[in-house]
């Protein structure tokens, strides 16, 4: 059977969060990665395998090497989906203080 990753739950963990940060930047091989973080190399793999299942990383082969880079369709995805509700946040943050400002005013 084959199970797909959900990526909120990929997402969640913050060691996936800085391999995806390491990431942004330029594209690493597995031992690179590895190198960034006090765990085993197989628990990094672990991650890497993870986020690829996720579709979060693709992997490109270049000669022996394996080099992870992000996939920013994937990422502009998530972003996508989760802008509504910054948006939400936003506007009941910005009526919250001009609920504040105008208590405040009334001293």
């Not at 990929?10 to 960034?36: E, F, H, K, V, Y």
């Not at 995805?77 to 504040?100: C, G, H, T, V, Y």
Request: proline share 4%; glycine share 2%.
């Amino acid at each position: 059977m084959n199970l797909r990753r959900d990526v909120f739950q990929a997402i969640a963990d913050p060691t996936r969060r800085a391999i995806l940060l390491l990431l942004a930047s330029q594209s690493l091989t597995a031992g690179a990665i590895a190198s960034n973080f006090d765990t085993a190399r197989p628990t990094v793999s672990k991650h890497l395998q993870i986020l690829t299942e996720c579709e979060l990383l693709n992997q490109e082969q270049t000669g022996r090497e394996i080099y992870y880079h992000l996939n920013p369709n994937k990422m502009k995805e998530i972003a996508d989906f989760i802008e509504p509700f910054r948006q939400m946040w936003d506007d009941r943050f910005n009526k919250l203080e001009s609920i504040m400002k105008n208590y405040q005013s009334k001293k």
